[in-house]
Structure formats: C-alpha cells, structure tokens
C-alpha cells in the first residue's frame, strides 16, 4: 500500500498530573521576553518542563471518577467526584521524512476547557467538552531526532452540563500525516438522493487542499464501494488549485437499486476518494455512507425509506460503570446492543454530540441517532460549535436528526425565535437534509417562541400537552423528546426512602415525569407523535434525583450504570419487539416473609396470561398492556408460572423459583473473545448462581479478581446507585446478584485468565481467548527529558572566555537562541575559536537523587561542561562524540533547576564543531 496518508492512534503512554502546577514567576527581562516569542511557553506548557515523576496514562482518561467520593465538597450533579485541573504530556518523534507532509492532530473531546501547546506554542483553545476539533501541526512540529512535546493544560473547573462530565483527554487522539497536494479534513461530504423507485443520485463535494508553492492541475477520481468493496460506480473529474488553496470538486454518481440503509438490514457503502498528480498518487480516502430516505410528516409521524417508523429511543448520557467518561470503543458497542436488543431504534445524544466512534457504530448497527448540540448561542462560538457538529456528523446514515437545545429558557421567547432562526440557516447550509428541532420543556404555545419554527417541536415530557398543540399547529411535526423520568432500582421491590430505593413495579416517577406505561401510551396511540426518546436508557452517574448523597447516580435508567437491566427493560420489550414476550416480577426469593403478600407483575404483549404458584392455577386474565397485571400472592417458596397465550395459543412459559444459596459465579462475555490489539474492550458481567444454575438475584457479597495474560481490568461497577466503592480497582461486592468488570486487552495474545474469590465460595477460573490482532498504528512516545532549549554566544571569541559569565537578562543580543537537533550550526564551521552554550536543566527530586544522568548525542572540541559553577566533564573530542555525564547530588548541591554551561573550543578542520544534536537526561 502507498502510504500516502496514514492515521495513527495517540492514545498511547501520556503522563498526567492532577491539578494545576505552581510556575514561578520571574520578572526577569530576558524571561518576559522569552515568553511572548513562538515556543516560548513556560512551566508544563514548554518544552523543558521536567514531567519524570507524572503518571503515564492511557487515552481514554476520565481522571474524575478515579478520585474518591467527596461528601463535603463534591456536587450532586457530578457525583460527588472531583473536577479540576489537570496537565497532560506527550513527547514524541516524527520521522524525518514526515517533514513536507501535513500533519494533522485530531482531538475526539477533551473535558472541559483546553489549552494545547505543541514545542511551547500554544496551537488552540477549545470551550467545549463535546465537540471535536483538528490542529494543523506541520509548520510547528520538529522531525528526526528532537522530539515533539505536546502538552495541554485541561480546565474542567466550570461545568457545560448538570450530569457527570467526567474530566480529561476522554477521548481518542489521532494523528493523521498527508502529502501537501490532499484531501482536506472533514473534505468529503456524500449526500444520497433518491430519484426514483430504482435510481439515487450519490453526490459528492470534495475538498482538495494545496500546501504546494505552485498551482496544480490534479484528476480526483471517486468510486462508490458496496459492502464487498465491489465498485458500483466512479467518476473521475479534473481540476486545478492554486497554490496555498483550497478547492471543491462536486460530483454526481447515479446508483442503481442499492442495497438500502435499514435499521434491521444497515447496509453501508464506502466513497474512495483517490487525487492523483501526472499519474502520481497524492491522497486517497475512504468514507462510510448510506442510501436511505427519511421523510416527516405531521400526521403520520416518521419514515425511513418510506416506511413509518415509530421512534422507538432513548437519551443517554456517555458514562459507564468502571470507566467515567472514558469508553473504550467495545463498550460503546455493548451499551448500543444491549439498547438495540431491547427493541430500541434511536439513540438520543443527551444533551451534546457523541464521540464520532459511537456514530460508526449506530451506523454499524443499526441505531438511528438525534446527535445534540450543547451550547444554545448563536454568537461566533456557539455557532462555531453548531457547524462543527454538523460537518463532522453529516455522512452517517445513522443521524437523522440535529437537535439544536435542550430546555432552553428562551425557547418561548423571541430572542430564542431568533437564536433558532440564525441556527437552522447555519445547518441548513451545511447539511439541508436533516430535520432540526429543539426540545422544549414549556413555551410550546407561545407565538413568539421557537416552538413552530422548528422542523420538529421536540415535547420534554408534557405529554398531556400532545393534543392542544396538535390542535394549534396541526402542521407542525411533533416527536417526544424526552419522556418518562421513573425511578426504580434494579433486583429492588420496595420504596425505601432510608436506603434510598426504588420498587420496579412501573410506579415510581419524577413529578414532571410518567410512567413507563402513561408515557409510551400517550405515543403509541397518537399517530402524530413521531415516537419517544426515554430518559434514561442507562443510569447515569451524577444528577441523583430525588435522593442525593448516599445515592451518587441516578434511578432513571431502564438499565443500570453497567447495562443490567431493569424490569422496565421487559416492559420496553413487551411494546417494541414483534415476538411474545412474558416476563414477571418479582423475584421469588422471599424467605422470611411466608404467608405474607407479595405483588406479582406481568410486563408482555401477550394477550392473555395464566398464573401458577407451585403447580396450582390462580387465575387467567386479559391484558391490558398499558396497564399489565397485578396478583397478591401470599409468599410460599417454590415456583411461580406465567403462561402467555396469543389467539388462545399458549406462545411463552415464563417460571420464576425461589433459589437456594450461591453456589458460584456465572460468568457472561459479551462476545467470545477479545481482540489482542491493546484497544479492544469487553464488559464481563457475572452473576450468582447457585447449585442448580439458577440466578441468586439477593446477593450482595464482596468478589476480588486476579487477571493474567493479554488483558487488563480496566474498571468494575455493580450498578448500585448508592454504592462508594472504587470503580478504578480490582473488586466489587455483588448488587441484587450482579457485578462487571470491564476488561481491555493488552497488546498479545495469551488467553486471559480471570480468577475470582469470595467468601463461602471455592475460587472460580475462567479463560477468556484473545485473538491475536496486530496493534493499530500509533505514535509511541518519548521517555527521556530532552534539553533543547540552548542558547550560544554569538561571536566566537579568539580567547577562553569565562564559561559562567553572566547572561546578562536585559541583553536579547549577545546570546542567540540555537536549535542543535537540526546538526551543527553553520555558523561555527571553519572557525578557530571558543563558544559557551547555555541551557537550563529542570530536575525533579527524585531525577536529583536517583542515579540521572545527561546524554550529549553529539559533541565536538575541547569542551569544558558545569552544572551551576560545578565542572562535570573536560574531554578533547576530536571526532563528533557522544557522551553520558552522571549527575551526582554533590554536584548538584540539592537545586532542581541547574544552568548548563558548555564551552567549546573548535578548530576549522572539525566536521561538526560544537552541540549538534539533543541532549538529554536519562532517569
Ligand atoms: C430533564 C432534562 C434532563 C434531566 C431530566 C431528569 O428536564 O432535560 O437532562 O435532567 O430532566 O428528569
């Protein structure tokens, strides 16, 4: 392959500090002037900052969840979890030959406020914890030998949301490395349109970008792929660009009967995008699309490919159990299956844009997406912010909505009218196929407000309010947002206000909220209600209503924080699958309560069920499945049947026993196997069982894990909504039955090994194969502390000069500022004569004590080094040298920031006089 464009992964190995790191100020001339120059940035941001005692991280990092619970300081909204500062850094190498090339970094999200620096610049500034963003770095990265030190200050002091935010560089990192002659980020936009019965017309805008010093006359030729990467169709379209410039190329591809983009069928094709220069490759590129059609309509709600679809959603927050914010890429997929397997259809992005890699999923999968802007401004920022979601997202097929707000308060007034007027045109302008809407929470009858200019009203709950508004606006379309809010608690049947739980039973809510079954009826039976976006498919940390400490998340969810489910994820499935479904509440552990009442609970489409409790009949009933059925049952162990009848048919038997103890630990991988490639991910879920199989659903006891071989635990959870024990460890106790581990593997491929202990039970082993997968590529980083900020005396002197002499911090002349990686400085070549290099070397205590010490790669002449005024090394070097110092304490005299002095005396006849390649320390 021509590799002509590569994308590397820069997860890998930063070094995190948590908090802000003090910087001393200095006053000194030479120091404030330093500072205002390109790469001049100081403390962590510069390039010389001594980070050898930071802790090396992964990417994804969330580094809130990680900290312990603050009752005191913490805030309900995020969970009790700190926030704050933090620094990260990466050093790494480009490859001499990379220079030329465009290079272009590409943030996924960092949470909240960043500040990047690359080689001590500050490159960009973003405000939003949830949209994505690119930096050229071509002109200001080093390449060959010096390394490249990336460093971004994270402010996540100030919130965006009100649920937990997480803190950090939460998702992925990427470098992709292009020629001059390119396709331009975000360069490829593909927008199917449908003709007629068997002809779309796929066109195409692609961006091509000129870094050359001269005009070009290029040939982009596009190909249209199917799943097989078969070619379909291509064009091919010549063009010129002129130097320094961008151009767009607009092609139309007529395909006939594609195979169609469907929930349940999620057929995908592929544009290659392929510029060549005379016949000579210059960039290719490959973007995923889809052919479907939507359609709304005000009275008949939705349509994918010109069928109706009722929009069967939920909204979601991006946290999991175990990790924060920061999803390995796996999880994202378990989360979007274990929602498609519900019988889900829409994913709502609450209340932001997701990480791009959950869109290729939805897309993958099958999941329509409502993708969610944050921050409701139309000024330059927040507009800014709009269209960055919108060109980012534009070619999934899985996105069929742009939701511009959330429970604005000027969404019924008219600066909210004009908020959302200036918004639509901006999208609209990017991206004209997608309706907007908003998601109001009131103001839906106000005349000057946003409600009927939006493409959709979105209705936060106020489903009583479907009608009136109907009744208004009979042409405006209407879609339930956000609905529901109920509260219950997994594996739980009662209320219990001291322990802070809820009963499952379908009948606990928020005030503003529904139940499960009075929400999806107010939709399901209106035709115009375009269909329903549940808060929430998973429990989420943070925002715990309407309990707040103990209880660290929330009760929302049909799932808990790790994707168990609830009752309520049965009741979903009972409306929104086409099978039989038959599931009963509650459990049928009750010992100690003998003769006393317990509710038992049917959550089914089916039309008629029967009742059993060991073997005899209580009663057949009719079902009402907006209402379901109840018995009393006085509690005596043993089983309880439930038998579903469809046309008087029996269709699904469904038996709840009462259990014995745990026995052991039933171990569930959520695929066979683990790919060994460093970055895939599993959530490992393990229930108790007892001798006969059967799940233990009361226990609650505490597990330690042990793992080996190419794996790793990356975080467990048990989906406890009043649970403080740590996610980032290495042991869970069980919640109503359950506990997850979520397991990432590390690069290789020896079958993991999972070892699982609790009390009263013999240890349990699972292996858990890992395929062998080659890592993806990645920019690897830099150990080592590299001093390369030196400065050289600019006229040779015809005498020894003293090396200590004083920079003076007011003379910006006499010293000039030298880069040794690029080799020996062309200045000193053919000269008799002696120079002082200056730098400075910043140590930690630990690099002071420890056996450090400083490595010139390349060195030449008589050379005389100090630390401070202590001489460390005299050496002739006739010949280019490199040399290792040892720093011992005594020379360094207990200071962590030590002057280099280095005086050389060259000769003319010496190849590379002087410093002419890094320098650094070694710890
Ligand atoms: C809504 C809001 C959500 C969440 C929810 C809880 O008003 O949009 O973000 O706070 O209430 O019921």
Request: with cysteine; net charge negative; charged share 20%.
């Amino acid at each position: 392959m021509n590799e002509v464009r590569q994308r590397f992964s820069m997860d890998k190995d930063w070094l995190f500090h948590l908090g802000e790191v003090d910087v001393p100020v200095k006053k000194s001339h030479n120091s404030i002037y330093g500072r205002a120059k390109a790469g001049g940035a100081i403390g962590p941001a510069g390039m010389e900052w001594n980070d050898s005692t930071w802790q090396t991280v992964q990417l994804p990092h969330d580094w809130s969840y990680q900290q312990p619970f603050d009752r005191e300081n913490g805030v309900p909204n995020f969970g009790f979890k700190p926030r704050g500062m933090g620094w990260y850094r990466k050093k790494f190498r480009l490859a001499a030959e990379e220079q030329g090339k465009q290079l272009i970094l590409e943030f996924d999200g960092i949470a909240t406020e960043a500040s990047i620096y690359l080689n001590g610049s500050l490159l960009e500034r973003n405000f939003s914890a949830y949209t994505s963003f690119t930096i050229d770095i071509s002109d200001r990265a080093y390449y060959g030998d010096r390394p490249n030190v990336l460093a971004i200050r994270v402010d996540a002091t100030e919130a965006e949301g009100w649920w937990y935010e997480g803190a950090g560089i939460y998702r992925h990192v990427w470098l992709t490395t292009k020629l001059p002659l390119h396709i331009a980020e975000r360069g490829v936009w593909v927008r199917p349109e449908k003709i007629n019965q068997i002809l779309w017309q796929t066109h195409i805008e692609t961006v091509v970008g000129n870094e050359l010093e001269h005009d070009v006359h290029y040939t982009l030729t596009t190909y249209i792929q199917n799943a097989k990467n078969e070619v379909v169709q291509k064009a091919r379209t010549e063009s010129i660009c002129a130097a320094g410039s961008k151009n767009t190329v607009v092609q139309k591809l007529n395909v006939t009967n594609p195979a169609l983009w469907d929930i349940d069928a999620p057929h995908l094709y592929q544009v290659h995008s392929v510029l060549t220069m005379e016949g000579q490759l210059y960039d290719t590129e490959m973007t995923s699309f889809g052919y479907r059609t939507i359609r709304i309509c005000p009275d008949e709600g939705f349509f994918l490919n010109e069928q109706p679809l009722k929009l069967k959603g939920t909204c979601n927050h991006q946290d999991h159990a175990g990790v924060g914010v920061a999803l390995p890429d796996g999880l994202q997929e378990y989360r979007i299956r274990r929602l498609k397997d519900m019988g889900s259809n829409a994913y709502r992005a609450a209340h932001h844009n997701p990480t791009p890699e959950l869109l290729d999923i939805c897309d993958r999968l099958g999941m329509l997406v409502m993708d969610e802007n944050r921050n409701f401004e139309s000024s330059r920022e927040g507009l800014r912010q709009l269209e960055n979601m919108v060109t980012r997202d534009r070619n999934h097929p899985c996105v069929v909505f742009y939701s511009l707000f959330n429970e604005e308060p000027h969404q019924g007034t008219p600066i909210g009218r004009r908020i959302v007027n200036r918004m639509m045109r901006t999208v609209k302008r990017l991206d004209p196929t997608r309706p907007v809407l908003g998601a109001l929470n009131g103001g839906v009858m106000e005349d000057e407000g946003t409600a009927d200019i939006l493409e959709i009203t979105g209705f936060n709950y106020m489903h009583t309010s479907y009608d009136k508004f109907k009744a208004k606006h009979p042409a405006q379309p209407i879609i339930g947002s956000e609905t529901v809010s109920a509260f219950s608690t997994r594996g739980n049947y009662t209320n219990d206000s001291i322990k802070q739980v809820f009963d499952s039973y379908d009948q606990e809510k928020a005030p503003w909220g529904a139940t499960v079954r009075e929400a999806w009826q107010a939709v399901a039976t209106r035709n115009f209600v375009m269909g329903t976006f549940v808060w929430t498919g998973f429990d989420y940390r943070g925002e715990p209503t309407p309990y707040e400490w103990p209880s660290i998340n929330t009760h929302f969810g049909i799932m808990d924080t790790c994707g168990f489910p609830k009752d309520a994820y049965y009741l979903y499935q009972a409306y929104w699958l086409d099978e039989p479904v038959l599931h009963m509440l509650p459990h049928w552990n009750w010992q100690g309560r003998e003769g006393q009442p317990i509710k038992v609970m049917t959550h089914t489409n089916c039309e008629e069920v029967s009742l059993y409790v060991n073997g005899q009949f209580i009663s057949r009933e009719c079902v009402d499945v907006y209402k379901q059925l109840e018995w009393e049952i006085p509690y005596e162990p043993g089983i309880v049947r439930m038998e579903g009848y469809n046309n008087g048919r029996l269709v699904k038997v469904t038996e709840v026993a009462t259990t014995g103890e745990t026995a052991s630990l039933r171990l569930e991988l959520q695929k066979p196997y683990l790919y060994g490639d460093g970055k895939d991910a599993i959530a490992v879920n393990l229930y108790a069982i007892d001798a006969q199989q059967r799940f233990v659903p009361t226990d609650s006891r505490f597990v330690t894990f042990t793992l080996s071989g190419s794996g790793k635990i990356l975080g467990v959870g048990n989906g406890d909504p009043n649970c403080h024990e740590a996610d980032a460890a290495q042991a869970r106790s069980l919640f109503a039955g359950c506990c997850q581990l979520i397991v990432q593997s590390v690069p290789g491929s020896d079958p993991i090994v999972l070892v699982a202990e609790a009390a009263g039970l013999a240890p349990m082993t699972w292996v858990i194969p890992v395929k062998e997968t080659a890592e993806p590529p990645y920019i690897p980083s830099v150990k080592e502390t590299y001093v390369n900020d030196w400065h050289v005396t600019q006229e040779p002197y015809g005498e020894r000069p003293d090396p200590l002499m004083v920079m003076d911090p007011t003379d910006m002349n006499t010293w000039e500022k030298v880069d040794v990686s690029y080799g020996t400085l062309k200045m000193l070549r053919g000269i008799r004569g002696y120079v002082v290099f200056r730098s400075q070397l910043f140590l930690s205590d630990q690099d002071r004590t420890s056996s450090a010490s400083l490595r010139f790669n390349e060195i030449q002449g008589d050379v005389e080094i100090y630390a401070d005024t202590e001489l460390l090394l005299v050496a002739s070097l006739v010949e280019p040298t490199s040399v290792v110092i040892p720093l011992r304490e005594v020379d360094l005299k207990g200071k962590n920031v030590i002057t280099l002095s280095v005086l050389v005396h060259m000769t003319e006849q010496m190849s590379k006089p002087g410093i002419s390649s890094s320098v650094c320390l070694l710890t």
